[in-house]
């Protein structure tokens, strides 16, 4: 496909997402590259939503190390257990921060940020990455976000 987006304006977050995923989809089609993949998938993200900060930390020797992202400059490691990102990972699960200052051992990588969604990227029931969204809007992210980020994460093969 043509590597540009058609982005919809002005309607509801489904109606966003159920035209970016296929687009999505398209774009990692036939290739298998992950770190390529990952970069379109936080570019495309950025693009339609706008939203602060968008991308990917991987695990490496035991810690998170940053990956593709669109958004201002970002922490380089996160270990377990630690921040919002160091959680999911610890926990295996999403966690969805209406208020960041709210988030015991939150790591501030933009003072801007005021809320954020992470979401573990599980591959053969271990977690080898998260994708983290930051907003400078408090309680931006829902369950929708949750369900459409997921499938998105579901197409990534790593
Ligand atoms: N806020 C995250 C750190 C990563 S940045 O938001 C890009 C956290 O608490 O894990």
Redesign the pocket.
């Known amino acids: 496909m043509a590597e540009d987006l058609t982005i919809i304006k002005g309607e509801s977050k489904e109606e966003q997402y159920d035209s970016l995923v296929p687009q999505i989809q398209a774009l990692l089609e036939g290739e298998d590259d992950l770190i390529a993949n990952l970069g379109n998938i936080a570019a495309a993200l950025k693009e339609q939503f706008a939203w602060l ?1 968008v ?1 990917f ?1 991987l695990v490496k020797d035991e810690e998170l190390v940053l990956g593709p ?1 669109q ?1 201002p400059v ?2 380089t490691r ?1 270990r377990k257990g ?6 999911a990972w610890a926990e295996a699960k999403t966690f969805i921060v209406d208020d ?1 200052e709210e ?1 015991p ?6 003072s801007a ?1 005021r809320s ?1 969604i ?1 979401l573990p990227i599980i591959k053969d029931h271990i977690v080898i990455g998260v994708l ?1 969204v ?1 907003s400078q809007e408090l309680a931006h992210f829902d369950h929708i976000d949750e369900l459409y980020l997921n499938k998105i994460i579901a197409m990534i093969n790593a």
Do not use: P, Q, R, T
Request: glycine share 18%; aromatic share 14%; net charge negative.
């Open positions: 900060w991308g930390y992202f958004g970002a922490c996160i630690k921040g919002v990102c160091g959680a960041v988030f051992g939150h790591i501030a990588c933009s940020s954020e992470v983290d930051d």
